[in-house]
């Protein structure tokens, strides 16, 4: 019997790769998941990654964006409108960029661990 390593799914899935094979792409959109995989016929939609991923975005951007939007304002004081010009748009873009690869992360980790939708009508 093989075990899936938590690290290999984890980096396949970063990579938008399929985490059974690491050849295959992932989604067939934005965040569509494909079914099934080109490369090996794996199905990754039975692994449920529909909250984290935006947690984890939320996450990461926010320890990001929310010193730095701190420093400089501490250490620079720029017109309100400046700090709307620069941080909303950062922040938008942040998001969006890192959203796709945190949840391939996430179905590469429920692909390791074995965890799958409980619900068949998904």
């Given at each position: 019997m093989?075990?899936?390593s938590i690290w290999t799914g984890i980096?396949?899935?970063?990579?938008?790769?399929?985490?059974?094979?690491?050849q295959g792409r992932l989604f067939s959109g934005f965040?569509?998941?494909?079914?099934?995989?080109?490369a090996c016929g794996t199905d990754n939609t039975v692994y449920p990654s529909d909250d984290m991923p935006p947690y984890l975005t939320i996450?990461?951007?926010g320890h990001v964006?929310?010193?730095?939007?701190?420093?400089?304002?501490h250490a620079y004081e720029p017109a309100m409108w400046l700090q709307f010009a620069v941080w909303l748009p950062l922040t938008a873009l942040m998001s969006l960029l890192l959203l796709p690869p945190l949840k391939?992360?996430?179905?590469?980790?429920?692909w390791a661990t074995g965890m799958t939708r409980q619900d068949p009508a998904r």
């Open positions: 093989q075990t899936n980096r396949r899935g970063l990579a938008r790769r399929c985490p059974a094979c690491g965040l569509k998941v494909r079914q099934p995989c080109e996450v990461v951007v964006i929310v010193p730095l939007f701190m420093w400089v304002d391939g992360g996430v179905v590469g980790l429920c």
